[in-house]
């Protein structure tokens, strides 16, 4: 990895792990210590202050002064960014209180001009919000996103859906959001495969020291190509006759990369084709659109609709 790649693991390390021995962290990092020191100046000079304690219980440390660069930002650049801020903070992100600090810092820069802009500022964000305790699941994203980088193994107690609470280690590769929730995918000992956990289910959690190796690197967005959603299981290709105006509401999203869609001008109604996987978020976006779309392939679909209709029929 490169010199700047490792100076910003050294930096995402002692976020999540506070005070740290010079060799300890040229461990998790795989250089000298000579490199750890240069890494700490090379910081200090970019304004990113490392306090260094001597001492057996001494270390490196990330100090509480920061630097803020005079940018020159444009309104509407600045307006992109409370935009970002509001979608933060209405899905409950747990990056929000470290978003919120850089805004801070911006404000205290250009706090005349920010100043008339917030008031002017009119956006929201409307959504479900994550019911979680935001600092627990903060802390949880930044120690795993810190075991990515250094690739540690971490041990896990997490709650599935399926099979309740298990033990597992998982190799951690990505991170990402879903509908508002924290996820990260990596490769499961116990299920001998690679899977996705949400955060908020994992409830005990340790960073290992035994370290994992890739054959390549992990792309997630090759990984998720095809998927509706975020299940991942056999693809099948999909074949709907979608009506007005669930037609015209369909059409203005990409749901997988492969769609095409061929529109009816007569009844303003499209036929929609794409290989997907992830079959129960795809039944529940058909039943989503009730009596405004009709399954035509294939024929596994089409009997795994109507058992969900007669399931629903039974309860009312």
């Not at 890494?39 to 002064?65: R, T």
């Not at 305790?133 to 690739?151: G, S, V, Y």
């Not at 998720?224 to 693809?235: E, L, R, S, T, Y």
């Not at 492969?258 to 129960?280: H, P, R, T, V, Y």
Request: hydrophobic share 35%; net charge positive.
């Amino acid at each position: 990895m490169s010199k700047v790649g490792n100076e910003l693991k050294m930096l995402m390390i002692l976020q999540s792990r506070g005070k740290m021995k010079a060799k300890d962290l040229a461990r998790e990092i795989e250089v000298s210590e000579r490199e750890i020191r240069r890494y700490k100046d090379d910081l200090i000079q970019a304004g990113i202050y490392i306090e260094s304690d001597a001492g057996k219980y001494g270390g490196y440390s990330i100090g509480n002064d920061s630097y803020l660069l005079c940018l020159n930002f444009t309104d509407q650049e600045y307006m992109a960014l409370l935009m970002i801020n509001e979608e933060l903070k209405k899905s409950n992100h747990l990056v929000l209180k470290d978003y919120n600090t850089a805004i801070d810092k911006i404000n205290i820069v250009h706090k005349k001009k920010m100043h008339n802009l917030s008031n002017s500022y009119n956006y929201m964000l409307k959504g479900a919000i994550a019911n979680i305790n935001f600092q627990k699941e903060r802390k949880k994203l930044i120690d795993i996103h810190a075991a990515i980088l250094t690739k540690n193994k971490v041990n896990i107690k997490y709650t599935s859906l399926t099979s309740g609470q298990t033990e597992r280690v998982v190799w951690p590769y990505a991170t990402f959001q879903y509908k508002g929730d924290m996820y990260f995918t990596g490769y499961c000992e116990r299920r001998k495969a690679t899977i996705y956990f949400k955060l908020c289910r994992v409830n005990k959690y340790s960073v290992l020291e035994e370290k994992f190796e890739m054959d390549k690197p992990f792309d997630l967005e090759e990984y998720m190509k095809n998927c509706f959603g975020i299940f991942k299981d056999q693809a099948i290709q999909v074949k709907l006759k979608i009506h007005y105006p669930m037609s015209q509401i369909v059409k203005e999203k990409i749901w997988v990369e492969n769609q095409k869609i061929i529109e009816n001008e007569e009844d303003k109604s499209i036929i929609f084709e794409a290989m997907m996987e992830g079959l129960e978020e795809i039944k529940s976006w058909i039943l989503s659109m009730g009596g405004s779309v009709e399954v035509i392939e294939p024929k596994m679909l089409i009997e795994e609709i109507k058992k969900e209709i007669e399931k629903m029929k039974s309860i009312y």
